[in-house]
């Protein structure tokens, strides 16, 4: 039996941004599935994504999710460009809320990234004559040579009418009954080829300093801020670091979020990566980078932060909230492996406010009868 003292552990405290309060600080990190139908989500996405907030999480943040049919990585990828998505999208936030768990959803266009195979064939760029399409970015430079096409440069007016969309999405993201939006302006995706000065070769008020660079995202973020009611909390995901010594980096991140947090979002998701020109991508297990971001971030510009990245023990979590390394904790694989991670940490933190669903409480909660408690963790706690 579990003679502890209960703690206040920060991860199950809960969270307000805007109108909408997590009820702990735990959220499901974007990840697309490639399981979609013409952008809608399938029964798959009901089990999917209600699997998480069953597990306690305060929010799951669906998968990148495209604001128009050429941003879309395959043909598999999810979107929101239509009444038919709003309404398929619809079923997934209700049965998400009847769980008790926050819906946010990831806003993306891929951008030069676009028009691909699924992960599991391959991960290939599909030609144009075989079935793939043409693809956008800032300039006409391909990501990775070896992997991705080569885009053609956004027009301004491209530039217009995919910050229309944009602006249209959030609002069927709205409609859909989300309540976190979050922008993906990171991984080398459409905003993030205008970022990164590697990808970016404009000549125009798009291209050359960072200012010109920033102009398209705080472009975005200003007009979805505006299209979308007040008590939505709306954050944004970015590449702190692209990992080259041309490329983007901490300085200018920091810049960004100054001016995003002008603008009125609320968190900055701190992700790295994603632009590396001829290098492949960057392994998902380069996560210090971000973490200190995260940090930095938080504590210089006084705008919450996500942090992301191997995060796979509670006690590591919780020393990131006590630290002030970033207000809210995103967790990816680690959820997929085990989608009640949150039970497993409420256990090895002792929190006192976290709950069961009642469904699970009378019998998982009854005194005495926690033996068969056999949390993974439980063994750094004993430390
Ligand atoms: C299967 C899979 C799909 C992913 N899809 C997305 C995505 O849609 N949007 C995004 O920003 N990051 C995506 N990511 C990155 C994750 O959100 C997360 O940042 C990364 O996995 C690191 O966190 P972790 O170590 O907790 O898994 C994906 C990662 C995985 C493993």
Sequence with gaps: MNTKTKSDALLFTPLSIRGVTLKNRICLSPMCQQSAVDGMPQDFHLAHYGQFALGGVGMVMVEATNVEER??????????????????????????????SVPGIQLAHCGPKASCTPIWEGYQSLANDRGGWPTISASAVPIDGSIWKVPHEATEHDIRHMTLSWVESAKRAVSAGFQVIELHFAHGYLVGSFLSPLTNHRSDRYGGCLENRMRFGLEIARGVRDAIPDCIALGVRLSVTEYHKEGWNLEQSIEFAKQLKQIGIDFLDCSSSGFTLNGGQTPLNTCREQLDAAAVI????????????????????????????ASLIMIG?????????????????????????KQYDWCIGWTGLSNWRTSIYRKCDSK
């Design 71 to 100: 941003g879309r990585g395959t043909h598999q990828c999810t979107g929101l460009w239509n009444d038919r998505q709003t309404e398929a999208w619809e079923r997934v936030t209700t049965l998400i809320k009847s769980l008790g």
């Design 298 to 325: 938080q504590q210089t510009v006084g705008l919450a932060t996500a942090a992301v990245g191997q995060i796979v023990d509670p006690f590591a979590a919780e020393n990131i909230l006590q630290s002030n390394g």
């Design 333 to 357: 694989r680690a959820l997929l492996n085990n989608s009640h991670w949150a039970y497993e940490a409420a256990d090895a933190l002792n929190a006192k406010t976290f709950k069961y669903p």
